[in-house]
């Protein structure tokens, strides 16, 4: 759990794709303009599937959400934030970002990555960073959420009123 200043990040266990879901809908109620998510994982381990249920969650559940791994990204036009959704896995140099609009997405709207560790120096101080690895069961996952900047706080607010919590 989130105990202090030093204690940044809280660990949750994951049961199932559904349980992701859940998480994403209601990480996305906290998002808003110039809000980073940053997703970390292995290929496959659920990346994607946080990122399909947070962009449904603000664009409408019938939204076609592809994967942006080779448009490396995909902008959704919605209410009352636009979602920008960045897949960096084929990024050979963080520069690349730029040509991306990464910047003009920060200042526009809420922002996923996955692979995050490709902005290099570009990384946002202020973000969320969620940690997806797989869990002791099958089809579960263990998550670490991870304050940085403001969403230190915030990230502590919303375990504290528990909304965010073993799912």
């Not at 809280?10 to 809000?35: R, Y």
């Not at 200042?107 to 996955?114: H, K, N, Q, T």
């Not at 869990?135 to 504290?160: E, F, K, M, P, Q």
């Amino acid at each position: 759990m989130f105990h202090d200043e030093l204690d940044t990040h809280t660990d949750i266990d994951i049961a199932n794709e559904a349980a992701t879901v859940a998480l994403a809908v209601k990480i996305v109620d906290i998002c808003g303009v110039g809000d980073m998510v940053a997703l970390y994982g292995t290929l496959g381990v659920g990346k994607t599937v946080f990122a399909r249920a947070f962009i449904r969650a603000r664009a409408g559940q019938a939204e076609e959400v592809p994967s942006p791994t080779f448009t490396l990204v995909q902008h959704y036009e919605c209410d009352p934030v636009p979602i920008y959704h960045f897949d960096l896995y084929r990024l050979n140099n963080p520069d690349e970002t730029l040509e991306l609009g990464f910047e003009d997405a920060m200042a526009d709207g809420s922002v996923l990555v996955e692979w995050p560790e490709r902005l290099g120096s570009y990384l946002p101080k202020d973000r969320l960073d969620i940690a997806i690895k797989q869990g002791v069961r099958v089809n579960s996952r263990s998550v670490r959420l991870t304050g940085h900047g403001y969403w230190l706080a915030r990230v502590a607010d919303v375990i504290n009123e528990g909304k965010i919590h073993a799912i």
